[in-house]
DNA sequence: GGAAAAAGTAAGATGTATCTAACTTGGAGG
DNA sequence: CCTCCAAGTTAGATACATCTTACTTTTTCC
């Protein structure tokens, strides 16, 4: 049981690096959360909470109590440490506002709101967030005083729409139209002047031999573009897409709420 | 040696469940760039793409060869199938989408921005790619054509601000303003008809024995929550807080790229 | 005050993702 | 044709997050 090692290697003084990984993060503000709505933060709560076994809490709580994120004595409840608090604080204050931009404003769905939110608090640092917070009120506000862009954005968001694929995968002598060119600056600027930018109705032509270039033609000029060029295009194709199918989210590995 | 035993069971036919972590599917994204640029998918390239040892690819790929997502045969390129090659383009065109979106839309630097949709593409179904790719060409369209909101609404975003807290956590005595409510509706509506909604300014005041309450002013009548309640309620105080530190995003688990 | 229930902890195991070090294979050049 | 090197693979190990089962401590309540 590596717990009994690394707790040895502790007892012995020695500096074990933790890292705090988003999953030990989920803990921590889980623990925070319980805390500032006045209730002690117990192995059941956490466990409950986490959707895990009780022996899993106790296994993440030994490592922020190591980390000196949580102080904890036996059989006792956890509480956070200042260093920690400040911690769980912000993944909380992530979470909670983002869920309220992709539910509340945006009109996710809770569940789904509730997954961006939970993997997103874990890659934002404190610029990031504040960014988003003011994106949120903007928009929050906007909203609040029946702007009409607020209302236009929301409602397009609602609606069908083709997905495309890049250049690359669109067969000889279909037709289609440019949605997006993710190309980095150089590349975009050229790949815009050539005529491939978003609106643009295209026509994939015959390949020239040697499987390295793309001919097409794009609102009426021939042009011929090299491969990796090409995977930078984005079209739609076909009136015909039905109503997209539902579904994704096949076999996310965790299936946590905090 | 975990593979041997796996692969063992799978010679003898067993029908083993193999769910494809987040992880694994950026091997696919990557392995599906590579092919969309013409060129070959190769355990070096992946292994530079994503930063890890080559055999860790070949580990990658046999999961994903083992889930008929890849074919391979020994020291030969990797090839998604059909099925491989569509979960592949969903989850590569959700990156390249949310990356214009963070990046090129709304501003964000090129590593947050990659940091953050290389994780939200796995926590998208179809419906979430629809929804954001609609934002995303409503913003890029309005951005094109010089609308006011949008330049205001991306220049707030670049404003500092300060960060708030849960009302719980802010001490006796202390003036503050209410910057969001993150309640569900049914408490919410109550929050704010007792003057809790955002730009509300408030006092808390000395807490009623019992720790389960909170006394506060709130744009001058005095009103007393539960502590559960006060958690969702979120406070910004003090005006002397300076620009905001940057920094957060420590011990991030993976250091990837696709 | 003691018995039963609930809460917490420990041990041991599994599955995934990763590494390093050694080994094998295929192909390019002489 | 042979050699050698780059590319690919295997073996064996570590770290983490998780589980189940069994044990210990605390709490509850008659
Ligand atoms: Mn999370
Ligand atoms: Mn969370
Ligand atoms: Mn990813
Ligand atoms: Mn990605």
Known sequence: MYLTWRRARHRFGEVIRLPISS???????????????????TVTDLANALGVAKATVVAAVRRLSEASMVSHERYGAFRLTEKGRERALRIHRRHEHLTFLF?????FDKKRAQAMACVLEHEMDEE?????MGFTDYLARAQKEGREWVKD???VMGDERKLPRPLAMIPEGEKGVVTRVTAEEPLRGRLFSLG????????????PPGDELVNLEADGNEITLKMTEAAS???CTGPDRGPYKRGG??????????
């Open 196 to 207: 491939l930018s978003p609106g643009a109705a295209i026509l994939r032509l015959a390949a």
């Open 103 to 107: 539910e509340d404003i945006l009109g």
């Open 128 to 132: 990031a967030e504040v960014r988003i």
């Open 23 to 41: 999953r030990i993060e989920d803990y921590m503000e889980e623990i925070f959360a319980l805390e500032i709505s006045g209730r002690e933060a």
């Open 249 to 258: 989210m096949e076999d996310v590995p965790y299936n946590h709420s905090a």
């Open 233 to 235: 295009v984005w079209i």
């Open 153 to 155: 954005l929301l409602s």
